[in-house]
């Protein structure tokens, strides 16, 4: 077993510790990154408020550091769980939600659900665009729709109205 020096207090220590016995400091590779990734857990909120909701609320992190599934609320929010009229994060829902699970009017993301427009791996919404889609307008590998661009020869010009700046 091999003794090196604390880059931190100077402390003899065992090249087989993880963090210095007497300073806490890292001593790793792995030990360090871990660190770095604690340190990221960070929660930042603005102090303008629109409708009681902070304009800007993040919650970053990984749960186990105390960010994680505490859910960002704002009028713009961003975390792992993010609830605002823009959302993004790995479960968003909002007026805009982009995530890895969107929902809402308009919903971006691996799964997304959206009231008017979901667009996604897998979309749900009156508009669906994605791998899988289901919806009144749907376009997709897998279209399921009352409207969709195999069953509709005007699909496409309904899409251009409904939206109707094309
Ligand atoms: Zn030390």
New binding site residues.
């Given amino acids: 077993m091999g003794l090196i020096s604390?880059?931190?207090?100077?402390?003899q220590?065992s090249d087989k510790a993880a963090t210095?016995?007497?300073?806490?400091?890292p001593l790793k590779p792995e030990e360090a990154q871990l660190r770095a990734y604690a340190w990221r857990a960070y929660e930042y909120k603005s102090k303008v408020t629109i409708f009681g909701l902070p304009l800007i609320h993040i919650v970053s992190g990984p749960s186990w550091a105390g960010g994680g599934l505490k859910p960002a609320k704002g009028i713009i929010a961003i975390g792992n769980v993010a609830i605002g009229v823009f959302a993004l994060g790995g479960v968003a829902l909002g007026g805009v939600a982009l995530g890895g699970i969107g929902m809402g009017i308009i919903g971006l993301g691996g799964l997304a659900l959206g009231l008017f427009v979901a667009l996604g791996g897998g979309a749900l919404g009156y508009i669906a665009i994605g791998g899988l889609a289901v919806g009144v307008y749907s376009v997709g590998g897998l279209s399921i729709g009352l409207h969709t661009i195999y069953n509709d020869p005007e699909f496409l010009e309904k899409i251009r109205h409904l939206f109707g700046f094309f």
């Fill in positions: 604390c880059p931190e207090c100077r402390h220590v210095c016995p007497g300073c806490g400091h």
